[in-house]
């Protein structure tokens, strides 16, 4: 079955505490990315991977980090973590029709 | 700053009714649409793409795009309370997805 996995789904955690979410894929898309989603202002992408070892700044990178050190995975890091993080996370990959499909979300609380 | 733009809403419709779902964009570049739904607490899903002028049917959705206007249309006929979800319209524009806001759809039975 194709999908897109992410852990934790849930995560609470309190500020400047580095966590990571790691995203993976078993699609061999080459094109993955994450998105934040916040009440008002719909998905925001955070950064964006055409393919292993090569990731871009999307359009809120501020306070993340990602790498691609393989095809199938794609984690987020948070190396100090703000209160103005809480968010749901969703991390996509890309066909090549640029259908995105995405992973089950993460639900962060940064306190 | 390109933007895709659309009512949050909620847009309430009884059922069996047709649900006309908008969204405007800024950038004339963009070529492609897409329509995804999302449940409350899930991850969207692709309903429908677009990318040539006119109507597109799958089923009870018709999705419309007037590059001219600059606005791109999701229509839902027959709607069911199963439809009650927020709809969020994405424009591609540089190999990149730009999302609007979301608009929450609720179907009243």
């Known amino acids: 079955e194709a999908q897109v996995t992410q852990n934790p789904r849930y995560l609470i955690t309190v500020t400047g505490k580095k966590l990571t979410v790691t995203c993976s894929q078993n699609?061999?898309?080459?094109?993955m990315s994450w998105y934040r989603q916040d009440p008002g202002l719909g998905l925001r992408q955070i950064y964006y991977?055409?393919?292993?070892?090569?990731?871009d700044k999307g359009d809120v990178p501020e306070g993340y980090k990602v790498s691609r050190k393989e095809k199938r995975n794609f984690p987020l890091i948070l190396e100090s973590p703000s209160p103005n993080q809480t968010s749901l996370y969703f991390c996509?990959?890309?066909?090549?029709?640029?259908?995105?499909?995405f992973g089950p979300g993460t639900r962060l609380t940064v306190t | 700053q390109k933007e895709v733009e659309q009512n949050s809403g909620p847009l309430s419709v009884p059922e069996g009714a047709i649900a006309s779902l908008n969204c405007t964009y800024s950038?004339?570049?963009?070529?492609?649409f897409f329509w995804y739904r999302q449940y409350s607490g899930k991850s969207p899903e692709l309903i429908m793409f677009?990318?040539?002028?006119g109507d597109k049917e799958d089923g009870r959705f018709t999705a419309q795009l007037n590059k001219a206007s600059q606005y791109v249309s999701l229509l839902i006929r027959d709607s069911q309370p199963s439809d009650s979800a927020t709809y969020l319209c994405?424009?591609?524009?540089?190999?990149?997805?730009?999302f609007g806001q979301g608009t929450e759809l609720s179907v009243k039975p």
């Open positions: 996509a990959t890309c066909d090549s029709s640029y259908e995105q499909y």
């Open positions: 699609m061999n898309h080459e094109y």
């Open positions: 991977s055409m393919n292993v070892e090569v990731t």
């Open positions: 950038d004339r570049g963009s070529q492609s």
């Open positions: 677009i990318y040539s002028n």
């Open positions: 994405a424009g591609l524009e540089g190999g990149k997805l730009i």
